[in-house]
């Protein structure tokens, strides 16, 4: 028997419409078809879905963990980006 | 008793008609729970757990209308646990062993191709209680014969050694599926009143769904084979007292044991 591993696949789920698709989780699967499957398989026994998305793990480009200062930390001090920074005038009533 | 049935002279052929759909889709989800922890991957180990469960569930439903149409008390578990082979009325088809994956795999393709038109006739059933089990369990049955359907072809149209186990899985369980278009003196009166399904309405359709899978896997069903029987009867294979000394165990053994 052949012990060649089968692909990996990332696995999304939408609970809700509405809702974006969420990561949780990845399953081996020989293609897209069988993927979608096992995924449901997996992933879904306890109502979590109504839609979900598989893709090749090899076709997710990752930011890498060592260039995290870089890529977050300027963010860190740039507090005014948040919205709560702002006073909201009175007469603005709910947003 | 469903208030659509009509009366007393229905009761028993309807009780054995709904002991056949339950026996069947126990033994079989049985069967499927037996590859937990031995399942070749992860993902079908929870696939076949899955289905196993779904086909539990159906049995469970059946059992409950049987032990009502019975009037006897008998529950659920009386009759999965206190009943012996010569009892259960399953298809020969889904009490055959797990065998290799292409086994289970052809097994359940060749069964879950009748079962999903099966269900969806019975939802038309003049019984409300059997049409409203039947209305849940198609669309179970519909993902049961896609995930064995789109395995079988993989198998089939796979390596050399996949394509020998799968066609050699077919060759052995081919001569259980004349069981499934079997129709005798528990079904007539069922049908002749809306009731029950008449199988050879099925055919076509399982013949249609069977053929263009084995078509897209390459293999080839056996011709002119000699057609196994008596399950629906009570006359079992072997393996189905095994089968029942291992899940009847622990109601045997500790009587009316919950936990």
Known sequence: MSEVPMPLWEVFIRARNGLAHKHVGSVHAADAAMALQAARDVYTRR??????????SGAITASDPAEKDMMFEPTASKIYRHPTFYRVPEDVGNM | MSETCDGA???????DY???LADTALILGHRLSEWIGHAPVLEEEMALGNIALDLIGEARALYSYAGAVEGKGRDED????????GGFRNLLLVEQPNGDFAATIVRQFLFSAFAQPFWRRLAASRDATLAAIAAKSEKEAAYHLRHAGEWLIRLGDGTEESHRRAQAALDELWPYTGE????????????AAGIAVDPETLRAEWQRTVSAVLAEATLEA???????SGGRSGRH????????????FLQRAYPGATW
Do not use: K, N
């Open chain 2, 18 to 20: 709904t002991l056949r």
């Open chain 1, 47 to 56: 109502g979590e879905g109504l839609s979900i998305w598989v893709v090749p």
């Open chain 2, 237 to 248: 294979s072997e393996h189905l007292g095994h089968l029942l000394a291992t899940m009847q």
């Open chain 2, 9 to 15: 002279a229905l009761a028993p052929p309807l009780l």
């Open chain 2, 78 to 85: 009386a009759l999965a646990y206190r009943r012996d082979a």
């Open chain 2, 222 to 228: 056996p011709e002119r084979v000699w057609m196994q």
């Open chain 2, 180 to 191: 499934l278009f079997e129709r005798d003196a528990v079904e007539d009166p069922l049908i």
